[in-house]
């Protein structure tokens, strides 16, 4: 059986940098399954423990957290927001997270982030280097891509930095292997 591995932006812009950077490491893996989630297929309404008392849990929560649960890894780009993660990702993983508290269950996970400045969305992958963890996640990797711009051909859909290539080839490499 061949491995399946779940990539996703951790951003609702349908022009996210983010979702080409986790495109870009999801044409890197080899000899698997790959899919590519989209957070706008899985629109919810905004979390708070009374909209749950009103509407249960919606069903685009489920099918997403049904992805993670039948992916064996996870390669995962996130957005910065002001430091923090973005309100769609959050949002959807609060919900989630109402149906199964362990969202990441022992997936092997590779974090990745970029932005348009120096620091490559840095403050946004050090909560994720410490939160997923806790909610079962098993990271694998982490690489950030200051200065996408610079760093990425969105028209070759690659990282033209030889570094970075490399550290993002090494991440994946670590994602796949057996321990």
Known sequence: ?????TCFAASSS??????QFVTCAAGL???AEVEILDLNDFELPLFSVDREAELGQPQPAQEFLDKIHDSDALIISFAEHNGCYSAAY????DWMSRIEAKVYKDKKIVLLATS???RGG???LELALVQIPRFGGDIRGCVSMPNFYENFDSERGVVNNSEI???LKEAIQRLLSDD
């Open 1 to 5: 059986m061949r491995t399946k591995v």
């Open 90 to 93: 959050k949002n959807l993983y």
């Open 165 to 167: 290539a490399t550290e």
């Open 29 to 31: 893996v080899e000899d």
């Open 122 to 124: 840095q403050s946004v």
């Open 116 to 118: 348009p400045g120096g």
């Open 14 to 19: 349908r022009s996210s940098i983010n979702r």
